[in-house]
């Protein structure tokens, strides 16, 4: 296990609506990776946080944003819900200054858009 | 764009057999390449990874891969299986000049293990 946690577990939301997905980081890491898993499918890179701000990011909408604490923990928003956002969205930390870019991974959350 | 393949999206071996799983990727530059494994119900981790140095890597559970430059390939290998080895496996990579961490999965194969 790592030290990744993630919340909640499941999610089932309608169409349209807006959720928040929480994640915190392994102790002593300061950058947080947001990653949507597909059903039969890779995980696909959302965005990263680093020092609160995003300082990478992925083919995904603006109606995806994030946000970092000052204490490393991370919040994914999705607004305006589509069907196809139904997906498992993982959270991953690490040491930016890691040469290897080692990321440890949560358990995920499971989001289902009615 | 970046691209990671794997070949084989779902294998079945009997315990005691061999495994080879399949990864190339599609990047011009210097990338960091991992393999990671999801077992039923449980979190993405990490099996090994190479990012420079000798290119036969070993990792946990006995599991080893070799990059090959020239064929763009990081291969996964174990020679003996377990009924414990079924899970999901993903091959990544990390481009090294984005200036972020951005990994890059394949699709994943599904390893299924008979005993």
Known sequence: ETGVTQSPTHLIKTRGQQVTLRCSSQSGHNTVSWYQQALGQGPQFIFQYYREEENGRGNFPPRFSGLQFPNYSSELNVNALELDDSALYLCAS????????????????????? | ????????????????????????????GTVNLFWYVQYPGQHLQLLLKYFSGDPLVKGIKGFEAEFIKSKFSFNLRKPSVQWSDTAEYFCAVTPLNTGFQKLVFGTGTRLLVSP
């Not at chain 1, 930016?96 to 289902?112: K, M, S, W």
């Not at chain 2, 057999?17 to 990047?27: I, K």
């Open chain 2, 1 to 28: 764009a970046q691209s990671v393949s794997q070949h084989n999206h779902h294998v079945i071996l009997s315990e005691a057999a061999s495994l080879e799983l399949g990864c190339n990727y599609s990047y011009g």
């Open chain 1, 94 to 114: 690490s040491r930016l200054a890691d040469i290897a870019n080692e990321q440890y991974f949560g358990p995920g959350t499971r989001l289902t858009v009615t």
